[in-house]
């Protein structure tokens, strides 16, 4: 069994730029979730995806996007970056039926925001 | 008031010994609670799901949940170095599955 898998592990961009982040869901996931994690602080949601769909949003502004593809993999994008988007960002895969499951997360790529 | 609470720590505890951690959550609907625990510079890593009131055990860690009280421990039996860590709790509300996190509790287990 397959466990989630992000890429890249750590990324350096500019204020303004933009970064797409990858994450491969564990194998017989349907579900994939994106958090972001500042420095001592526990993860934020930015949103979820089921079949395709945004299933769910945080407290996030629209330049954070995403996507989930046929495999059950997902991207997150994130537009006009700015320094505050520097942080951990986690995939969390999970097998959604009734909802509550547990999530599994990969191991997060780092961004800096420069 | 944040929708889970938990103290920051640090706990320090000798090896050996019981470290508890505690939390508590405002969402009275919500009804899926977990344990993660997070090495330095690493993700998050599952460890129990509660999901009814009362005891769930699974070898040296008891999870308790008491949904009158909106609060649920961690109970680490026979702490380990190997337990420092951070260890954050993490709720679903009914009808949702955005997990919601505490900003976690640093455990220091001392040999």
């Known amino acids: 069994e397959t466990g989630v898998t992000q890429s890249p592990t750590h990324l350096i961009k500019t204020r303004g730029q933009q970064v797409t982040l990858r994450c491969s869901s564990q194998?017989?996931?349907?579900?994939v979730s994106w958090y972001q994690q500042a420095l001592g602080q526990g993860p934020q949601f930015i949103f979820q995806y089921y079949r395709e769909e945004e299933n769910g949003r945080g407290n996030f502004p629209p330049r954070f996007s995403g996507l989930q593809f046929p495999n059950y993999s997902s991207e997150l994008n994130v537009n006009a970056l700015e320094l505050d988007d520097s942080a951990l960002y986690l995939c969390?895969?999970?097998?959604?039926?009734?909802?509550?499951?547990?999530?599994?997360f990969g191991p997060g790529t780092r961004l800096t925001v420069l | 008031q944040k929708e889970v609470e938990q103290n920051s720590g640090p706990l320090s505890v000798p090896e050996g010994a019981i470290a508890s951690l505690n939390c508590t959550y405002s969402?009275?609907?919500?009804?899926?609670f977990f344990w993660y625990r997070q090495y330095s510079g690493k993700s998050p890593e599952l460890i129990m799901s509660i999901y009814s009131n009362g005891d769930k055990e699974d070898g040296r860690f008891t999870a308790q949940l008491n949904k009158a009280s909106q609060y649920v421990s961690l109970l680490i039996r026979d702490s380990q170095p190997s337990d420092s860590a951070t260890y954050l709790c993490a709720v679903i509300r009914d009808n949702n599955n955005d997990m919601r996190f505490g900003a976690g509790t640093r455990l220091t287990v001392k040999p």
């Open positions: 194998s017989g996931h349907n579900t």
């Open positions: 969390a895969s999970s097998l959604l039926l009734r909802g509550g499951e547990p999530q599994y």
């Open positions: 969402d009275r609907v919500s009804q899926s």
